[in-house]
Each structure stands twice: as structure tokens, then as C-alpha cells.
């Protein structure tokens, strides 16, 4: 005897979808392969260059790095509740929570160039070594992706304040949240490679 059918509705479940907008995640795609392609170039590099590399990357600032690590990851939870928030229909939660995504990123800003202004005045240039090249050409290319970033986080922040995002209207919050989690993932990445690995 063959078991009964299963309704199609009851057995497809929920519809499941990409959070925001669908051109965010060609974009996000065409970022990581970019950034993709310079860390192969950087591992290309140091294998063919090992104790010039380990040598400069001693004197980087691991602990800054460490604490811009630490900015980020916070600043992405930080965004992922305003995104619950503004599901729940909590626009002034969610301001408040991108709000505070928003200081860690500009925290990251800070630290950041601090330690450039160190480089900087330690003679450290593009020309200085390949393995000063590598660093600053990455560091800026994420450093810049962390700027667009919090341009993003205020638009959001506006948004939210004015009741735009809510159950049924997520795509816009949905997708700067998309965009920022991307420049979280690079850095997470990019940190151990150029910082720690050795």
C-alpha cells in the first residue's frame, strides 16, 4: 500500500529568501573576489619572500588590530539586533542599536588611523617593501569599504528614526546589513593573514 501523498504546500515549508536586495549580493560577490585576488597576491608574495615578510609584519600593531577586530564583530551584532528590531516593529530600537554599529565602525576609523599616522611617520610608504605595499594597498582598500560602510549605518540610522523599516519593509535595512557583515568578514580574514599568520 503506498503512504498517502503529501500536501505540496505542507511539505515545501516556508519560502526561504535572501535577505535585502538581490544586486547586494552581486556586489558583495564581485568585493570578495577582489579582495579574493589580493590575498592570493599577498600569499604569492610572502611564499616567495618569507623572512621579509615575518620581519615587517612584526613591527605592525597586532594590538590594534586585535581591538579593531574586536570593533567590528561588535558593530555587526550590534547591526544583526537592529535588524530584529525593526522585524519586530521596534523602529527606535533598531535606531539605537545601528546607532551603536555605527561607534564601534567609527571606532574602527579612529584606531585605524592612528596607526596609519605611525606608519607613516616610521617612513613607511608604498615603495618601502613589497610587504609594506601589500599592507597599506589592503588595509585601505577595507579601510575605505568601512567608510562606505558608515555612510550606509547613518542612512540606516535615518531610516530607522522615521518608522521606514518594519515587518513587510526590511529590504533596505536587509541590505545595508548585508553590505556591513561583508566588511566585518574581509577584516576577519585579512587580520590574521597580514597581522598574525606567519
Not at 23 to 45: K, V
Not at 75 to 82: D, Q
Not at 162 to 189: C, F, Q
Request: glycine share 8%; with cysteine; charged share 10%.
Amino acid at each position: 500500500m503506498n503512504p498517502p501523498a503529501i500536501p505540496a504546500a505542507a511539505s515545501d515549508g516556508p519560502a526561504r529568501r535572501l535577505p535585502g536586495d538581490l544586486a547586494i549580493w552581486f556586489f558583495i560577490l564581485a568585493e570578495l573576489l577582489a579582495f579574493g585576488a589580493f590575498f592570493l597576491a599577498y600569499a604569492f608574495s610572502r611564499a616567495n619572500n618569507v623572512e621579509l615578510f615575518n620581519e615587517q609584519q612584526l613591527a605592525l600593531d597586532r594590538n590594534s588590530g586585535a581591538l579593531n577586530t574586536i570593533l567590528l564583530l561588535t558593530s555587526s551584532y550590534l547591526v544583526v539586533r537592529a535588524v530584529q528590531a525593526a522585524e519586530a516593529g521596534q523602529s527606535r530600537r533598531a535606531a539605537n542599536w545601528i546607532a551603536g554599529g555605527f561607534a564601534c565602525g567609527a571606532g574602527f576609523v579612529v584606531v585605524k588611523l592612528f596607526e596609519y599616522v605611525a606608519k607613516f611617520a616610521a617612513g613607511v610608504s608604498l615603495s618601502s617593501s613589497t610587504f609594506h605595499m601589500f599592507y597599506l594597498v589592503l588595509t585601505f582598500f577595507h579601510f575605505m569599504h568601512v567608510i562606505l560602510g558608515l555612510v550606509i549605518l547613518a542612512a540606516l540610522w535615518n531610516g530607522a528614526r522615521k518608522g521606514r523599516y518594519g515587518p513587510g519593509s526590511m529590504n533596505g535595512i536587509e541590505t545595508g546589513a548585508a553590505y556591513w557583515h561583508m566588511v566585518d568578514l574581509v577584516w576577519l580574514i585579512l587580520f590574521p593573514l597580514v597581522y598574525v599568520m606567519r
